[in-house]
């Protein structure tokens, strides 16, 4: 009787980075797949990727809504707390014979806590990495409550057995996200600018501003607020409260016409949960970091917006307001597309875990900002920098004139081949609730 396996994705970004393990997984006889959706993928505004996971042909096990709109510590709190509750009886009809989480967000959390309760061994993948942030202590949560462990690299897996676990439990399987990057490889620059240019064209304005995100004329009874007015002290940015939720402007033809003439840079900024607060100042000095380098004249910029994350209204609000030829704003590409833009990109700027991971296998060269990636291990490709204007734009002037970094072969976080490393374990790793009772080695 094949084993089944369901995993728990709550961004596009979890499932980008499990979606060639999941394929392969569902190909071996002798195991079933299946996803629990959850988080950002169920709602338009952030693109509805519960799409790209039907499109991929898995088996949707089930749809668990979650508030994902009131971009604060407390709709964070309460998207656990849903996801939990959600996730629950899924896990009791499913039957799974292991849960699969990926990383550090709340929903897989939410997924460790329900699967320990209900006698479902959940197994952790990128386990047993430092970022700072509130990332790092829900990532150690997750592996605390996880039964199995399969890490990306051999730090990784020497800090879970420093924290007590099994050495028998923790794999060293590499990075997944790093499997699916051959057919970017190979792709023209124009392919990247088509991909680029149909998400352009497939933007719609938001129908509703982003604190009537989580629904309807009930917002105010159910608690969700607007982002408070930045002072100067968060930059110097004072608008009116309409004009902070207009929706965003139309890209004119000029500002499209740009990506074929000169370089991009490509930008991925999440807010920081405990610098919420500054995250307007923070995305702030990205702009202006970037306009000191040279985008809209040099360069052109293509920036994708952020997660759900608290103070992730604030970045919405000042993407929203640039109008200068040269900037694209992108809802959500598919991972396909964004492989191609962020190997065609002039440099990867932000902070992202893909600039920590992937860029390096793409040849792309990286400045990450601020604390959000903090003592990751890193590949030669990324430069670290605050978030001061003054900063970024020297590290960004570096990598344009540095050019494509010229070691994709070598890759701290793995060789591509995590796919075939993670099923042979699914596929014959103990499953059975022994893995439950878990001690600290010491």
Request: with cysteine.
């Amino acid at each position: 009787m094949p084993r089944r396996i369901l995993y728990l994705s709550g961004t596009r970004a979890d499932f980008g980075l499990m979606r060639q393990t999941l394929h392969v997984a569902a190909a071996h006889p002798g195991l079933e797949v299946a996803v629990a959706v959850t988080g950002m993928h169920l709602h338009p505004d952030y693109g509805h990727t519960v799409d790209d996971i039907e499109a991929s042909g898995l088996r949707i096990a089930a749809r668990i809504p979650s508030d994902v709109g009131a971009r604060d510590g407390a709709g964070m709190a309460r998207a656990i707390s849903q996801t939990l509750a959600g996730l629950a009886p899924v896990l009791l009809a499913e039957r799974p014979d292991a849960l699969l989480l990926l990383g550090d967000r709340g929903e897989m959390l939410a997924g460790a806590i329900a699967a320990l309760h209900l006698g479902v061994p959940s197994i952790h993948l990128h386990g047993g990495e430092r970022s700072g942030t509130v990332d790092e202590p829900v990532r150690h949560a997750i592996s605390k409550l996880a039964a199995l462990h399969f890490c990306a690299t051999v730090q990784s897996r020497e800090r879970l057995i420093a924290m007590g676990e099994n050495p028998q439990r923790v794999h060293v399987v590499g990075a997944p996200g790093l499997d699916d990057l051959s057919d970017a490889r190979q792709l023209p620059r124009e392919a990247a600018l088509h991909a680029l240019q149909t998400a352009l064209e497939r933007q719609t304005p938001h129908p509703n501003p982003p604190h009537a995100w989580g629904g309807g004329t009930d917002v105010a009874v159910r608690g969700f607020a607007p982002p408070p007015l930045v002072g100067e002290a968060g930059g110097g940015i004072r608008r009116e409260r309409e004009a902070l939720f207009s929706p965003p402007p139309l890209v004119g033809e000029a500002g499209r016409g740009s990506l074929t003439e000169r370089p991009y840079a490509l930008v991925l900024f999440h807010p920081v949960v405990q610098e919420a607060d500054d995250a307007a100042a923070q995305t702030q000095a990205l702009l202006d970091g970037l306009r000191a380098a040279g985008a809209g004249s040099a360069f052109s910029v293509v920036w994708l917006a952020p997660n759900a994350d608290a103070g992730s209204g604030h970045i919405e609000a000042l993407l929203r307001a640039q109008q200068w030829p040269g900037f694209h704003r992108i809802t959500h590409l598919p991972r396909a597309d964004y492989l191609a833009a962020l190997r065609h990109a002039a440099v990867l700027a932000g902070n992202s875990s893909s600039g920590i991971i992937e860029a390096a296998s793409l040849g792309t060269r990286v400045v990450n900002v601020g604390s959000r990636q903090n003592l990751r291990e890193r590949n030669a490709n990324t430069v670290d920098v605050p978030p001061q204007a003054s900063a970024i734009e020297a590290a960004v002037r570096q990598a344009l004139a540095l050019g494509p970094w010229s070691h994709p072969q070598d890759n701290v976080y793995g060789d591509g081949r995590s796919a075939v490393r993670i099923v042979h374990l699914l596929a014959t790793l103990p499953l059975s609730g022994d893995l439950l009772h878990k001690v600290n080695r010491y």
